[in-house]
């Protein structure tokens, strides 16, 4: 009965840190997937001085520290 109990409260403690919701920022198309202990930022962002006319690039977030940016 513990195990079970201790199982069912496990999963939807993960559930709850883990399980991103997305969000659609208004930059141009940016999507930023947001946790409890993550968050990952898929941006386009529109820039009128890139070649482009725009940013491409991931920013990663664990913990609040940024452990990953490929944006420019």
């Known amino acids: 009965m513990k195990n079970g109990v201790l199982m069912v ?3 939807l403690l993960a559930a709850v840190l883990l399980i991103p919701i997305p969000m659609r ?3 141009g198309g940016s999507v ?3 946790a409890i202990l993550y968050k990952v930022v898929d941006m386009h962002r529109i820039d009128a001085q890139s070649p482009d006319g725009y940013i491409d690039g991931t920013v990663v ?4 520290m940024e452990v990953y940016r490929d944006v420019p």
């Open 25 to 27: 920022l208004k930059d």
């Open 61 to 64: 977030e664990i913990l609040g």
């Open 32 to 34: 930023e997937y947001r």
């Open 9 to 11: 409260v496990s999963f």
